[in-house]
């Protein structure tokens, strides 16, 4: 009894929990309705086979067949769910429900219906099997148990002699608690796999993150920023006809950390990274790939709309308001930006397009700073600068 109630205590213990793992097994048992109920039309089929060769009985042989139509239907309904991307639990109960319903119509008849004289014995191990192939939540597979128990014994009641019925009804008590027993422990054995396999994946995932995240700055580091690179010229959307480049560098970053001290330096690259962060709303990747250098990356499909994003990026520093007494271009921070742009398909060279977009950076810092200077094979190089400096 203690066992049981401690199997109560792990339902309803950590009840988001349990919904998660519950989400995640589902849909698998739509996979299981179409294997189940395939296995279901054939045997009815074989069975349908026998009554209209040897006993020329078409009603029982319609019986059978009705019964594989029915399964193979259902088969078909779950397939076609399965290309769907999101399925409704509750269609998935009616499915479950309507296989058991097919599956116990099968059963009773053999057992019940068409041998009245005789024990019943395939029944029993169709209500143990039928549903250990689906994970359901404990209160649905008690109901349906009990649903099937409950037609099994009207039926025998009403059809069988009182010798035949008693040990029939004996039979199905032990099956259907059985059949209540083994699906209670191969849902909790899955729901503790499916718990385990969470957890790795939620450790692997906080590992890899770790490990391409700048933790100062929490944009990304150097490695993910090449390998980002390298997609991102490999894969583009069709919309997308240029990609674009940048480098960027704090003004006098050096100057302010002798100024203001190694704590003030990591809060200014603090509040940079939150405010390249912000740029992801248009679509802009960005990292750090160096002390005070940042990169970035994103598609453009007019080049004309790369001032907007420059001016959007100068804006969103400013508005920082990092005071920068030591500057020889502003009051407050500001960043030298060079951008490169190349038309997306025509080259594959990460380092040599990372070197052009240094060269635009160095360029910019030797055309006064706080500005960005743009650039590329198709594109004759102009100057960008804040418009009310």
Same mark, same amino acid.
């Given at each position: 009894m203690r066992k049981f109630i401690y199997s109560w205590r792990f339902y309803s213990f950590g009840r988001e929990q349990y919904q998660e793992c519950m989400n995640n097994v589902f849909n698998n048992n739509l996979l299981n309705i179409r294997h189940a109920n395939t296995i279901v039309a054939i045997f009815a089929a074989c069975f349908a086979f026998f009554p209209m060769v040897f006993e020329q009985d078409i009603f029982k042989?319609?019986?059978?067949?009705?019964?594989?139509?029915?399964?193979?239907?259902?088969?078909?309904?779950?397939?076609?769910?399965?290309q769907l991307i999101n399925v409704k639990k509750r269609v998935i109960y009616i499915l479950i429900t309507l296989?058991?319903?097919?599956?116990?119509?099968?059963?009773?008849?053999?057992?019940?219906w068409s041998n009245p004289g005789k024990s019943a014995g395939l029944f029993s191990c169709l209500l143990i099997c039928a549903l250990l192939m689906y994970v359901n939540p404990p209160q649905f597979n008690l109901w349906l148990t009990l649903s099937g128990m409950g037609v099994f014994v009207v039926s025998a009641v009403?059809?069988?002699?009182?010798?035949i019925w008693i040990?029939?009804?004996?039979?199905?008590?032990?099956?259907?608690?059985?059949?209540?027993?083994f699906n209670w422990h191969i849902t909790r054995l899955r729901m503790g796999l499916e718990i385990s396999?969470?957890?790795?994946?939620?450790?692997?995932?906080? *590992? /890899?993150?770790?490990?391409?995240?700048?933790?100062? !700055? &929490?944009?990304?580091?150097?490695?993910?920023?090449m390998q980002t690179f390298q997609r991102y010229l490999s894969n583009y959307r069709t919309s997308d006809d240029w990609l674009c480049v940048a480098l960027a560098d704090i003004d006098f970053f050096k100057f302010f950390n002798d100024h203001y001290g190694h704590p003030k330096g990591?809060?200014?690259?603090?509040?940079?990274?939150?405010?390249?962060?912000?740029?992801?709303?248009?679509?802009?990747?960005?990292?750090?790939?160096?002390?005070?250098?940042?990169?970035?990356?994103?598609?453009?499909?007019?080049?004309s709309h790369i001032e907007k994003v420059i001016l959007h990026w100068k804006e969103t520093i400013r508005n920082l308001?990092?005071?920068?007494?030591?500057s020889k271009v502003s009051e407050y921070v500001t960043?030298?930006?060079?951008? *490169? /742009?190349?038309?997306?398909?025509?080259?594959?060279? !990460? &380092?040599?397009?990372?070197?052009?977009?240094?060269?635009?950076?160095?360029?910019?810092?030797?055309?006064?700073?706080?500005?960005?200077?743009?650039?590329?094979?198709?594109?004759?190089?102009?100057k960008i600068t804040p418009k009310d400096e």
């Open positions: 042989s319609g019986i059978y067949l009705g019964v594989a139509f029915i399964a193979i239907l259902i088969s078909f309904y779950a397939n076609y769910l399965m296989f058991y319903a097919n599956v116990m119509l099968f059963g009773s008849y053999i057992d019940v009403i059809i069988k002699n009182y010798d040990y029939d009804i004996a039979n199905i008590f032990v099956a259907g608690s059985l059949s209540i027993y396999a969470t957890k790795l994946e939620e450790e692997r995932n906080k *590992y /890899v993150d770790q490990s391409i995240t700048d933790e100062l !700055t &929490q944009l990304r580091n150097r490695r993910d920023f990591d809060e200014c690259l603090r509040g940079i990274g939150a405010a390249l962060n912000s740029l992801s709303s248009l679509g802009v990747y960005a990292a750090r790939v160096g002390g005070e250098e940042f990169a970035l990356l994103w598609f453009e499909k007019d080049v308001k990092i005071l920068h007494e030591k960043m030298s930006i060079g951008v *490169y /742009v190349v038309r997306c398909g025509s080259s594959h060279d !990460t &380092q040599g397009l990372y070197d052009l977009a240094d060269k635009a950076l160095y360029t910019a810092k030797g055309s006064g700073r706080n500005c960005a200077i743009v650039v590329g094979d198709e594109i004759k190089q102009y």
